[in-house]
């Protein structure tokens, strides 16, 4: 096959070296699906009530921005405020119930090695880096992005883009009410595990940003892998 | 409280007595109702010229209401008893699908917590709205507002039409009446009851600042705003206790370049750019 060379600039990737480590489910079973999502890529799935999505952190400090919908209802769909209100707690972590838009539990945390996760920061994306860096980066490529193009793979629009989730991403809250994205506190092959409460429909951006600290300027890989829980 | 009066204080047998009983109704005021025209309101902030104002209402505890406002507007809320919490979304009235957007309003300015000199920002990279001024500083953009399946834990019961409905039940409606449905609305932020996050994420309650505190906002965009007032859902007391919110604004500027409040910060000021290079594409 001919080398097609092409004068498109995309987005960064991992440096050569970087460690991976692919690891395995955090949660014992039998594995109903393996993928592997690339950087800078969107990525979707539907893990069914009971089931376990373990999300690996391949290369470390990767954030996978992540939004989660009831299959049977669309309009029903994560929720930050309800599932911060109902935990009355800021971060996410181990036991941390994800809530939808109704208030009920869409998927829960039963597996996880890192402190904590981040459900305040949101999405970045091609409009918000304007603001944060400059207008020099509006071809940069964004997360909102990545989720128009998978939402769009089922049915779902700019309407259905909510506050999302950041799987590996660090949003300390100060005392003062100072937030920031700051270094992460993951590393090559730290897990996650959610369990589907109801069949959800589960859609993550491989974050490709590179002015902030949410993918230590070293975007890597994700392993999504679902099990039927033995 | 019963709203309709006992049957024998009613002549309705025929279509001319029943347009002459009903006609006899109007007229009357009540503790939370809109003015109109809104330079009517007993209310009306101090200072402002009663011909620039576009509204003047009184929003029950427990009721909602939601406007359509021009660019510049200005919009005050008013919480006179302490006990008002006002569940704001906003949206750019051309395309809703503008809206609020929580995460880019609290990430963006480097501050979860909203008070005079913030941006409420959309998704797409612009301030729909500035809040100009604040006498209260206890506000909230964790919680959003209440559920259904919330206010049924707490309350026994959510219903729109009950004692204690949900923040959401309410939103859902008025978003309704604007063509929106239930995966339009975004998460909200409140007004005048304050969430404090400590050093573990836990979020505390902080509540009101007490009685008479405002909050004034600025339409950088024309605005479709969306309004529940409604019980906070940390609010500790057992009982659903919240006030009359008042409502009013006037006709005024949006922010532009000689306003002290647009260069304060490098990212506010780059939302303003954009906001204005739509608003001039448009011709607004
Ligand atoms: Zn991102």
């Known amino acids: ?230 | 409280m019963a709203l309709s009066a006992p049957r024998d204080q009613h002549t309705t047998d025929t279509v001319l007595n029943a347009r002459s009983d009903a006609r006899a109704q109007g007229g009357q005021s009540t503790e939370w109702m809109p003015y109109l025209p809104a330079s009517s309101s007993p209310f009306a902030p101090a200072g402002t010229d009663p011909a620039s104002l576009v509204w003047g209402e009184v929003v029950a505890p427990g009721g909602y209401t939601h406007k359509v406002v021009a660019r510049g507007t200005r919009i005050r809320f008013d919480d006179p008893t302490g006990n008002a919490c006002a569940n704001l979304v906003v949206y750019n009235a051309l395309e809703p699908t503008e809206r609020l957007n929580v995460a880019d309003t609290q990430k963006i300015p480097w501050q979860a917590y909203l008070g005079a000199g913030h941006p409420l920002l959309s998704g797409d990279g612009r301030v729909l709205a500035s809040i100009v001024a604040d006498t209260s500083g206890r506000h909230d953009a964790f919680c959003g507002t209440s559920t259904d399946a919330w206010n049924e834990r707490k309350y026994g019961d959510s219903r729109p039409e009950g004692p204690t409905p949900s923040g959401r039940g309410l939103l859902v409606k008025a978003a309704a009446k604007h063509g929106l449905g239930r995966r339009d609305l975004p998460p909200s932020i409140s007004l005048f009851q304050g969430v404090r996050v400590d050093s573990d994420g836990q979020l505390g309650w902080q509540g009101s600042a007490g009685a008479r505190t405002y909050v004034e906002l600025v339409a950088e965009l024309p605005l479709l705003v969306l309004v529940a007032n409604v019980a906070h859902p940390l609010d500790p007391r057992t009982d659903y206790v919240v006030g009359p919110l008042h409502v009013h604004a006037w006709r005024g500027r949006a922010t532009g370049p000689t306003d002290a409040r647009f260069g304060t910060a490098p990212e506010l000021e780059r939302a303003y750019l954009n906001t204005i290079d739509y608003a001039e594409a448009r011709g607004l």
């Open chain 1, 1 to 230: 096959m001919t080398m097609i060379s092409s004068t498109v600039p995309v987005g960064a990737s991992f440096a050569a070296g970087s460690e991976l480590d692919w690891a395995q489910s955090l949660v014992p079973g039998l594995v109903v699906l393996d993928e592997r999502v690339p950087p800078n890529a969107p990525w979707s799935g539907v893990v069914a009530a009971g089931q376990v999505l373990t999300i690996v952190d391949v290369g470390g400090n990767q954030s996978g921005d992540c939004l989660m919908y009831n299959t049977a209802d669309h309009e029903e769909r994560y929720s930050v405020p309800d599932t911060l209100t109902w935990e009355q707690n800021a971060y996410v972590s181990t036991g941390t119930v994800l809530r939808s838009s109704e208030g009920r539990p869409l998927m829960t945390v039963v597996g996880n090695e890192i402190d904590r996760h981040d459900t305040i920061g949101g999405a970045c994306s091609k409009e918000s880096n304007t603001l944060r860096y400059g207008h020099h980066v509006m071809y940069h490529h964004g997360c909102r992005e990545n989720f128009l193009a998978e939402a769009s793979r089922h049915g779902l629009g700019v309407r259905d883009l909510v506050s999302n989730l950041n799987w590996f991403m660090n949003v300390p809250v100060e005392t003062d009410g100072a937030l920031g994205i700051v270094d992460g506190l993951s590393a090559p092959g730290r897990r996650v595990a959610v369990r589907a409460e109801m069949d959800v429909l589960v859609l993550v951006s491989n974050c490709p940003q590179m002015n902030n600290p949410c993918n230590d300027f070293n975007p890597t890989p994700l392993r999504m892998i679902v099990v039927e829980p033995s």
